[in-house]
């Protein structure tokens, strides 16, 4: 079977702390993998409110999820806190790749990296539009 592989951008511009709650973890008694893609929502949802913008409105534009991929690197289990990092690359007209390494907060072992493609979304025509030209000079990885 062919493993995923996520290299991760050396350079990451957020991070935040984001304990485990006990209905993220499942019947192996750690966290579910469907709760680590919650936990990364939340990481980008709080990077995207820390820099004034919501999924709804960055410079007047919406963000959708194009992609998703995922690496689970080790367990992590209730009442632990995990560091989530988040770093952006790979601009191109319509969005970004997002990524994230969730590494636990006391001992270090990264628990998951994370990409997921970002694309800025007009939710009224329903269709793909442009990244703002200022989240673009922010963000841009050539400019990092």
Not at 54 to 83: N, S, W
Not at 89 to 100: E, I, K, S
């Amino acid at each position: 079977m062919a493993r995923i592989k996520l290299d991760l951008p050396e350079r990451f511009v957020f991070a935040t702390d984001i304990p485990i709650y006990v209905s993220y973890i499942n019947y192996g008694a750690h966290l579910g993998n469907d709760a680590a893609l919650s936990l990364l929502q939340e990481a980008r949802l709080r990077f995207l409110l820390a820099h004034g913008y919501t999924e709804l409105d960055v410079e007047g534009r919406g963000i959708i999820i194009a992609d998703a991929a995922i690496v689970y690197r080790a367990e992590a289990f209730y009442g632990e806190t995990m560091v989530v990092e988040i770093a952006l690359a790979d601009f191109n007209a319509y969005g970004f790749d997002m990524f994230y390494r969730m590494a636990h907060k006391e001992r270090g072992t990264e628990i998951v990296r994370a990409k997921t493609g970002i694309v800025f979304f007009d939710y009224a025509a329903r269709r793909p539009v442009t990244v703002p030209e200022g989240f673009r000079r922010r963000w841009d990885s050539a400019e990092l």
